[in-house]
T-cell receptor, first 115, second 113 residues
Framework: SAVISQKPSRDICQRGTSLTIQCQVDSQVTMMFWYRQQPGQSLTLIAT?????????ESGFVIDKFPISRPNLTFSTLTVSNMSPEDSSIYLC????????????FGPGTRLTVT | KNQVEQSPQSLIILEGKNCTLQ??????????LRWYKQDTGRGPVSLTI?????NTKSNGRYTATLDADTKQSSLHITASQLSDSASYICVVSGTFGNEKLTFGTGTRLTIIP
C-alpha cells in the first residue's frame, strides 16, 4: 500500500496569487497524478507527474497554469498559478505502484478557495 | 467517448438495511473496474478492483459484481452502518499499466439511524 500526505490541507487565497501544493508518498511509487474535484463532482485528471521530466497534461490543462514538479519517486508539487475564483476546488494527489492491479492510492486532498 | 454513469445520484437508507449501487460504462478497451469510497473531506479509498474475467468480488460487507458483456457493475452493501455514509465512485481503467482512469460522478449514500 501507499500512504499519501498533502500540504496544505486547505487554503484561502486571493485572486491573482499562486499556491503550491505538496504531495509526499511514504514509499516509492511508479506513477503520480494530480486531480481536481469540484464541489459535488467527480475527479478530473489534470496531469501525470513524470519523474525528472515535464508532466503530461490532459486536455484543458496547461503547464503555465498548473506547473508540476516531480524530483524523485516519492514527492511531487502542483502549483495553481494566477488564481481566479474558478480555481476553487479540491486538488488531489494520487499514486500507483507496479503490481498485479496497479491500485491507485489518493491523498486527502487540498481544499482551495480563491476570493 | 469513454463514459461511466452511476445511479442513483443519491440514496438514503436506514441503518441495517442493504442497498445496491449501479454503474454502466462505455470505456474501451477495458482492463479493470474499481469501486472507491470517498468520505467527505477525504480522498477516495479503494474497495474492490475487478478484471474482465471476474464476476464478483467481496470486501467485508461490500460485494461488487461485473458483467463485462453488458458493461455493467453493481456494488452491494449489506447491513449498512452509519460509517457507510459516503460517496461511492465507479472507476474504469482502459489498459493495465496505463492508469488513465475514467471516473463516474458517484452515488452519495446517506445512512440514517
Amino acid at each position: 500500500s501507499a500512504v499519501i500526505s498533502q500540504k496544505p490541507s486547505r487554503d484561502i487565497c486571493q485572486r491573482g496569487t499562486s499556491l503550491t501544493i505538496q504531495c509526499q508518498v511514504d514509499s516509492q511509487v511508479t506513477m503520480m497524478f494530480w486531480y481536481r474535484q469540484q464541489p459535488g463532482q467527480s475527479l478530473t485528471l489534470i496531469a501525470t507527474a513524470n519523474q525528472g521530466s515535464e508532466a503530461t497534461y490532459e486536455s484543458g490543462f496547461v503547464i503555465d497554469k498548473f506547473p508540476i514538479s516531480r524530483p524523485n519517486l516519492t514527492f511531487s508539487t502542483l502549483t495553481v498559478s494566477n488564481m481566479s475564483p474558478e480555481d476553487s476546488s479540491i486538488y488531489l494527489c494520487s499514486a500507483t505502484k507496479r503490481g498485479p492491479t496497479y491500485e491507485q492510492y489518493f491523498g486527502p486532498g487540498t481544499r482551495l478557495t480563491v476570493t | 467517448k469513454n463514459q461511466v454513469e452511476q445511479s442513483p445520484q443519491s440514496l438514503i437508507i436506514l441503518e441495517g438495511k442493504n442497498c445496491t449501487l449501479q454503474c454502466n460504462y462505455t470505456v474501451s478497451p477495458f482492463s479493470n473496474l474499481r469501486w472507491y469510497k470517498q468520505d467527505t473531506g477525504r480522498g477516495p479509498v479503494s474497495l474492490t478492483i475487478m478484471t474482465f474475467s471476474e464476476n464478483t468480488k467481496s470486501n467485508g460487507r461490500y460485494t461488487a459484481t461485473l458483467d463485462a458483456d453488458t458493461k455493467q457493475s453493481s456494488l452491494h452493501i449489506t447491513a449498512s452502518q452509519l460509517s457507510d455514509s459516503a460517496s461511492y465512485i465507479c472507476v474504469v481503467s482502459g489498459t493495465f499499466g496505463n492508469e488513465k482512469l475514467t471516473f463516474g460522478t458517484g452515488t452519495r449514500l446517506t445512512i440514517i439511524p
